[in-house]
């Protein structure tokens, strides 16, 4: 144990004494907050940055970039009659990812009780959890994510069923442990009743994948602008929904997006209700950039009636995109949920959304899908090695803070989600 925490204070120490000569890494220009940017970055010339890529972790705030004219929560947010036999509710959550000191506590009944009130829970597994690799116990290998499975064992209900129902692997850690962590993972997910998107190991790779509620068909295709080291992209027995143009170096991608053929697909299928899972975006910023949203709306043109965002690690705005001219209900656009539970320190990141999402048929018998009010959850770890951890829910801003949590997190949480305060 010894030596492994030398090991780790040596490497960060030499990250931070490299990136005192260092400029961030600019690739189109960027000024500021955004040009420290490392999606599509083997991982070897990311750390030759590694203290502007840490400045911009511990310096963001929402006040980083200009906001435009999008709200973080959309006025057109309507009152929805949950009571109605007829509305099917979803729920998706961000980033769930390593997780240390999982005891069994760590989710609280609340956050049980909410999730387990929909009809179907979808999140982004963030980790391998592969039981044929080796799991840290002190330091999580930042660059290698492992997970055990006790990560999933803390969302059993009673009947011990899991609360979520699929969940995208298709995301830049899928290859952190190779094809055989892949496949491990896949294989445990499957055994607890829950359906992976996005990735495959040595097995065909459907382009999206079906799920039916309340007399609803559900299509849910994933995608990822790539891996964290790009060239195992090119391994034989991946399958991975790629989106290339997404990441460094930003080449425009001539061919047909994979999630437009799928959203092709579904509309094939007569599929109801059309959703895209996105591992897009860049890392702690709180404001999508101008090539997310072109791309969301390209998704919205090409049928997606929910698209969910991840890997940013913080929460962006909640839109609605209008679809007047095709006579559709608008899409709905979460750009990105943050991290659902998460080891990492500033309080952004530790604070992520759940979209509370209802379905309903409209007076043209269409399917339209409605953002409920705002529900949050905040990671609170417990000393320096965070081996006792709480995961809480914040349902309203409006309500008392969780009984655990002191009034100085309490008052951070507040300002970290003062955007979705405003009108």
């Not at 940055?49 to 840490?54: E, M, N, S, V, W």
């Not at 961000?94 to 000191?101: A, K, L, T, V, Y």
């Not at 999580?140 to 209900?157: G, M, Q, R």
């Amino acid at each position: 144990m010894k030596d492994k925490l030398i090991k780790f204070c040596y490497v960060m120490a030499c990250l931070l004494i490299i990136g005192c000569y260092q400029y961030p890494i600019n690739p189109r220009g960027l000024k500021n907050y955004e040009a420290t940017r490392m999606e599509g970055l083997p991982l070897k010339t990311g750390l030759k940055y590694g203290l502007p890529y840490i400045r911009k972790y511990w310096q963001k705030s929402y006040e980083s970039r200009g906001l435009g004219d999008i709200p973080y929560f959309p006025k057109e947010s309507k009152t929805i009659n949950l009571s109605d036999t007829n509305t099917l509710q979803l729920a998706f959550v961000g980033d769930i990812m390593w997780m240390r000191g999982k005891q069994k506590d760590l989710v609280s009944k609340e956050i049980k009780y909410f999730l387990g009130s929909n009809h179907l829970v979808f999140g982004n597994l963030e980790t391998p959890i592969s039981t044929k690799h080796p799991v840290r116990k002190l330091f999580p290998d930042y660059a290698c994510y492992n997970d055990d499975t006790s990560l999933i064992h803390v969302f059993l209900k009673d009947s011990q069923q899991c609360l979520f129902n699929g969940v995208s692997i298709a995301n830049n850690h899928a290859m952190d442990l190779g094809l055989e962590g892949l496949s491990t993972t896949i294989e445990y997910l499957k055994a607890k009743g829950i359906v992976t998107f996005g990735a495959s190991a040595n097995e065909p790779l459907p382009l999206y994948e079906r799920f039916q509620a309340k007399g609803v068909s559900i299509g849910i295709h994933a995608a990822a602008w790539g891996l964290n080291n790009p060239d195992l992209l090119q391994n034989a027995g991946l399958n991975f929904h790629h989106v290339k143009a997404l990441a460094y170096p930003f080449n425009i991608d001539t061919s047909v997006q994979v999630p437009i053929k799928a959203l092709a697909k579904m509309a094939q299928d007569s599929i109801d209700l059309k959703i895209v899972f996105m591992h897009w975006g860049f890392e702690f910023e709180f404001y999508p950039d101008t090539m997310i949203q072109n791309f969301a709306k390209a998704l919205s043109e090409a049928g997606a009636d929910i698209i969910i965002g991840a890997h940013p690690h913080v929460i962006q705005p909640v839109v609605y995109l209008s679809r007047a001219h095709q006579n559709k209900p608008p899409t709905l656009v979460y750009y990105s949920l943050g991290n659902f539970c998460s080891q990492m320190y500033t309080t952004a990141c530790k604070t992520g959304m759940i979209a509370h999402v209802a379905v309903n048929r409209n007076g043209m018998n269409q399917l339209s899908a409605s953002a409920l009010k705002p529900v949050f959850v905040y990671t609170q770890k417990r000393g320096w090695t965070a081996k006792k951890t709480k995961l809480h829910l914040i349902s309203s801003l409006a309500f008392e803070k969780p009984q655990d949590l002191s009034n100085r997190k309490w008052k951070k949480i507040r300002k970290s989600l003062k955007a979705f305060e405003k009108p």
